[in-house]
């Protein structure tokens, strides 16, 4: 089996001769496609990746939803345990009512839920990926979005992954921020921001890189070119 470079090198080969010729007939199209997807669904379900994320989120997503009905438990328990023999109108035992259906409106929500955790696990498990900064992109040029301020004064900065082996290795500062330092994109209710991520120095703005980010980059760069010539 073909490497991960190897196989989207592939791809792209696959695609740059087609764009060369165009399709002959019809089925040239399906063919293609074919093609195409042979070599990519391996990639997108390895037992490594795709496997490891469908079992990593069925037991985060048991443990988080344990977690919350035991916080609902505990919030109803200590509501009951508040009210006396013959009733009370204690204005703070009536506002734990309102929590209490909020918090129970909460969990009835468990697509959302579930979202919440899966995007705050992602951005921790992105330095684990090779990834060392991401570019915050919003849509609040988009008509009728109701976005948030603060988002859209992050459109467009990019922001470093504490921890990512560029920051160890001395090669980037973290730019904007680090992602961690804030919510993740889609983690807030109603957000459909999202993060275009990084993996190399080279992809980043001149003002993230330190010298030694600079002089890695002129390495990197000399070295290939002796390569090709």
């Not at 090198?9 to 695609?15: K, Q």
């Not at 008509?143 to 504490?162: L, N, T």
């Not at 730019?175 to 980043?204: I, K, Q, R, W």
Request: with cysteine.
């Amino acid at each position: 089996m073909m490497d991960t470079k190897e196989a989207i090198d592939g791809v792209g080969a696959i695609l740059t001769g087609f764009l060369k010729s165009g399709p002959s007939s019809p089925a040239h199209l399906e063919e293609i496609k074919s093609k195409v997807f042979e070599i990519a669904l391996p990639l997108v379900t390895s037992p490594e990746g795709y496997d490891w994320c469908i079992e990593n989120y069925r037991q985060q997503s048991k443990l988080y939803f344990d977690e919350r009905l035991s916080q609902f438990h505990d919030l109803l328990i200590n509501f009951l345990k508040q009210v006396p023999n013959g009733g009370t109108k204690d204005k703070l035992a009536k506002s734990m009512i309102a929590e209490i259906k909020r918090e129970l409106r909460s969990l009835t929500k468990w697509p959302r839920l579930f979202y919440t955790l899966k995007a705050s696990s992602l951005v921790v498990k992105r330095e684990q990926n090779g990834d060392i900064a991401g570019m915050w992109r919003s849509h609040w040029r988009r008509a009728g979005y109701d976005y948030r301020p603060e988002h859209k004064e992050r459109d467009g900065k990019v922001y470093a992954i504490r921890g990512s082996w560029a920051m160890q290795q001395g090669l980037i500062n973290k730019g904007a921020g680090y992602t961690d330092e804030m919510t993740a994109p889609g983690e807030e209710l109603g957000c459909s921001c999202y993060m275009v991520y990084f993996t190399s120095p080279s992809e980043l703005p001149e003002s993230m890189l330190t010298a030694k980010g600079r002089e890695w980059i002129k390495a990197k760069d000399d070295a290939r070119r002796a390569k090709n010539s």
